[in-house]
């Protein structure tokens, strides 16, 4: 089974700009994730998608926004991009029911310049 | 909202010896997983733990969760330059399904 490929890997973008970021989940997967990860915050939680609908919600501006399309594929989308918003994002898949578990991407590592 | 603490943030031990790693969560959880970020890497699922007071092992990996399902453990025995790279717990519960909760992790460095 393929595992869950996130793309780009690497971007660089300008103050401003926005950004585009794919996920494409483990088969069978219906619920994906996102996370920032810095050295400074750690990992935290953006949101989550299961069968096109966002089911949670982390404590982030509202540049920041994500979608899912019937083939469980996912995107986040990030507006008006900020210095900050240099991280290393990465997607997590799940299956739907019972335990939660997230098995992740490689992640793309958005530098902002 | 849940907070989970991780410690000890930095672990450097000498090959051979034991390290241990605790978590705590401000709330009760579901469930709790252990995940490891080798420097460079992705978090890469290590383990889950459901049930109050479980311990699992993996070869030379013991993780525990507590009886209150707030706190958890890991501890490596004999660590190896292998197992070098950050170690994080990560916490489900309450109705958000689909979200976890990371503790801010545990470099663990190795000297050979």
Redesign the interface.
């Known amino acids: 089974k393929a595992g869950v490929t996130q793309t780009p890997r690497y971007l660089i973008k300008t103050r401003g700009q926005q950004v585009t970021l794919s996920c494409s989940p483990i088969s069978g997967h219906r619920?994906v994730?996102w996370?920032q990860q810095t050295p400074g915050q750690?990992?935290?939680?953006l949101f989550?998608y299961?069968s096109e609908t966002q089911?949670?919600k982390?404590?982030f501006p509202g540049r920041f926004s994500g979608r899912q399309f019937s083939n469980s594929r996912s995107e986040m989308n990030v507006s008006t991009l900020e210095l900050g918003d240099s991280a290393?994002y990465?997607c997590?898949s799940?299956f739907s029911q019972g335990?939660?578990?997230?098995?992740?991407?490689?992640?793309t590592r958005l530098t902002v310049v | 909202?849940q907070q989970v603490m991780q410690i000890p943030q930095y672990q450097h031990v000498q090959e051979g010896e034991d390290f241990t790693t605790y978590c705590n969560s401000s709330t009760t959880l579901?469930?709790i997983?252990w995940?490891k970020q080798r420097p460079g890497?992705?978090?890469?699922?290590l383990i889950?733990l459901?049930k109050s007071g479980e311990v699992k092992k993996q070869k030379r990996l013991t993780f525990q969760f507590g009886e209150a399902k707030k706190n958890s453990s890991l501890h490596i025995t004999a660590t190896q330059t292998t197992d070098v790279g950050t170690y994080?717990c990560?916490g489900?519960g309450g109705t958000?399904?689909?979200?976890?909760?990371?503790?801010?992790?545990t470099i663990l460095t190795v000297h050979p």
């Open positions: 619920s994730s996370y750690g990992l935290q939680f989550e299961f089911r949670n982390g404590n290393l990465l997590a799940s335990v939660f578990l997230a098995f992740f991407g490689q992640g | 909202g579901s469930n997983q995940y890497g992705h978090p890469v699922f889950q459901v994080f990560a489900a958000s399904y689909g979200k976890l909760t990371f503790g801010q992790g």
